[in-house]
């Protein structure tokens, strides 16, 4: 398993902008997964990134708006987050799921990530 650490979480007005960050003991041929979690809510799927670095996948509810990327060199990967609602408010974790063949794909199934960071919060209200 690996060790993630999630990082700038806050609080912020709708229509802002925050970048999450996590730093992860090993990125390269793992894809890294962004999940959130409402109160009174499942934790849901928000974007993830292949290990390859070479798909991505967003879901409906924050095409557009967010965007992850990655940083072999650093092993860090990023959620950019921008023209924020307040329904995104929840406890954003980064989850990692390999090691895994090149080119594979990534998708938001939370069963297949077996290592989890702790969380940041992100607050949207004004």
């Known amino acids: 398993q690996l060790q993630l650490v999630e990082s700038g979480g806050g609080l912020v007005q709708p229509g802002g902008s925050l970048r999450l960050s996590c730093a992860a003991s090993?990125?390269?041929?793992?894809?890294i997964a962004w999940f959130r979690q409402a109160p009174g809510k499942e934790r849901e799927g928000v974007s993830c990134?292949?290990?390859?670095?070479?798909?991505?996948n967003y879901a409906d509810s924050v095409k557009g708006r967010f965007t992850i990327s990655r940083d072999n060199a650093k092993m860090t990967v990023y959620l950019q987050m921008n023209s924020l609602k307040p329904e995104d408010t929840a406890v954003y974790y980064c989850?990692?799921?390999?090691?895994?063949?090149?080119?594979?794909?990534?998708?938001?199934?939370?069963?297949?990530?077996?290592?989890w960071g702790q969380g940041t919060q992100v607050t949207v209200s004004s």
């Open positions: 090993r990125v390269t041929l793992y894809n």
């Open positions: 990134s292949s290990g390859s670095g070479g798909s991505t």
């Open positions: 989850a990692a799921r390999g090691p895994l063949p090149p080119f594979s794909k990534c998708a938001l199934s939370q069963t297949d990530f077996n290592s």
